[in-house]
């Protein structure tokens, strides 16, 4: 989901050094609580007192392993965004980064936040009733109906093809959530089996992983087995390239897992058949799915904190938990960016446009064009960029609705026939299609804005996947497979769209 989280509210703001507050001058943590509270009353327009902080700091909680972070108490709170004047709602994002919240959603009508329990009875105490309901009454009690799986699961050894059975979209890769090194893995099982997959690193984070990229596309020369009468082909001055990317936000797995059986499912059909609809897209497009952009942040997000959303960079942020580095990769990008001042905010954007490493090599990825193992470049057609949650297909601009991007008509027309062809498919969801802006909040420095606005590619679109609210970032394994249908589906038609309309003319 695009950035939004306002820092560990009421928790972080008062140590437990601190002890409970006395009658004399206010610390500036209390100051900063005050300030952030006086921001979130406007909601309901009282005047009564304030309370004060929590005595209490926030205390990380951890599993019996040491090892994972736990919300035992947490509740996602819905905010009946639509009744909240423009006002009201720009204080309370103002406000954002002084507190200490996490915002899951934000879209036109509603507001879903995270709300530790210490802040809980304070906030009650300053939000109408009527204006908020509890959507996830305990955050950890979801996360143990699918857990962090620390056993071995296939891919763990030996050989890749056999373990994940990539000769098929049964794989069981497709039935669960994996580690970094096992979509590794399944991606480069791809490559052994199918001799139309390529891979290559675009890049390296702060931690020293490699961003992976994998590439298929279907050449008649160097394809034995794809016959030249099997539709019509494009000599290599006549390809493009349609890239998709996901996990921007670490906790966004579902991301990942779609983009991998999008991938999975074309290859597979376009070998199985070459006069299918796949193998003719193969042919006039090289699809490119970088589907872990955030490999550091999705690491620590299996490892440590399932709910991690940023990368893993040292920002500074002295005063941040120990634990709390890193940048929110979807406002890093460089059009539009505006630098953030608390590094210790979930939504902390970096000082300066591309600081993040893996926002840098994703921009130098678009604007040099394809594999740089190939030696030349591709001419970009589309860019999706694929996150959760939400059921939302968009175009640019995402940081204001007064730019209205020229092509605007023609992107609603094609994201209308991507969000039917998505709820047309065997367990289908409805998603919605409109500009960035007006369906979530207005977010600065986005990836759709930069490859739309500055690295020229008109059919840019970021989509929020399942679900609307009912699991949010915790969408249990059994719904992969139905949310890979659907970005499959949906994909192709906007492939399908974009050579109807520019190329095949």
């Known amino acids: ?17 601190l002890g409970a507050p006395g009658p004399g001058p206010r610390s500036a943590q209390q100051q900063q609580f005050h300030l952030a509270a006086q921001a979130v009353s406007a909601v309901s327009g009282s005047q009564a007192p304030l309370p004060d902080p929590p005595a209490q700091g926030h205390v990380q909680l951890l599993d019996s392993d040491g090892k994972h972070e736990r919300y035992d108490g947490h509740q996602v709170w819905r905010l009946d965004w ?9 204080n309370i994002l103002n406000a954002a980064d002084s507190l200490g919240l996490d915002i899951w959603r934000a879209s036109s009508t509603t507001f879903d936040v995270r709300v530790p329990p210490l802040s809980q009875s304070i906030l009650r105490s300053l939000l109408p009733a009527d204006l908020v309901s509890t959507y996830i009454p305990d955050v950890q009690a979801l996360l143990d109906s699918a857990p962090v799986a620390d056993d071995p699961l296939p891919g763990d050894g030996g050989d890749d093809d056999d373990v994940w059975n990539v000769t098929t979209l049964a794989s069981p890769f497709h039935d669960g959530y994996h580690t970094l090194d096992q979509v590794y893995q399944f991606g480069e099982a791809l490559v052994s089996h199918f001799n139309i997959v390529t891979s290559y690193d675009i890049g390296t984070t702060a931690e020293g992983r490699p961003i992976r990229a994998w590439s298929a596309k279907i050449d008649e020369e160097a394809t034995p087995g794809i016959p030249e009468d099997g539709g019509d082909a494009h000599d290599e001055n006549d390809k493009f390239e349609f890239i998709i990317q996901a996990n921007q936000h670490a906790r966004e797995w579902v991301s990942s897992s779609a983009a991998m059986y999008f991938l999975h499912s074309l290859v597979l059909d376009a070998t199985a058949d070459s006069t299918s609809h796949a193998a003719q897209l193969l042919r006039t497009f090289t699809f490119t799915v970088v589907a872990v952009v955030n490999p550091d942040g999705f690491t620590y997000s299996h490892e440590h904190s399932r709910l991690w959303r940023k990368n893993r960079q040292d920002v500074g942020g002295l005063l941040c938990k120990a634990d709390s580095p890193g940048i929110d990769l979807n406002g890093n990008w460089g059009h539009k960016f505006v630098p953030s001042r608390l590094a210790c905010s979930e939504s902390y954007s970096g000082q300066t446009a591309f600081e993040a490493h893996e926002t840098r090599a994703m921009a130098d990825y ?12 591709l001419p970009i057609k589309a860019f999706i960029d694929l996150h959760s949650y939400g059921q939302l297909f968009m175009f640019p601009f995402a940081y204001s609705c007064a730019d209205f991007p020229p092509d605007a008509e023609n992107l609603m027309e094609a994201g209308l026939g991507v969000a039917k062809a998505m709820r047309m498919t065997t367990q289908g969801e409805g998603y919605q299609t409109g500009q960035a802006c007006d369906l979530t909040y207005r977010s600065a420095g986005d990836a759709i804005d930069y490859s739309y ?20 970032f915790v969408l249990p394994p059994h719904l992969i497979r139905p949310t890979g249908e659907e970005v499959s589906a949906g994909l192709r038609y906007l492939a399908t769209f974009i050579f109807d309309t520019e190329i095949d003319l």
């Open 1 to 17: 989901m695009r950035a939004l989280s306002l820092p560990y509210i009421l928790l972080a703001i008062a140590p437990a050094t």
């Open 82 to 90: 639509a009744r909240l004047s423009t006002r009201v709602k720009d």
């Open 366 to 377: 678009l604007v040099n064009g394809s594999n740089p193992e190939a030696g030349r470049t």
């Open 453 to 472: 606005a500055v690295a020229d590619v008109r059919w840019s679109y970021s989509a929020e996947l399942r679900d609307t609210g009912t699991y949010g």
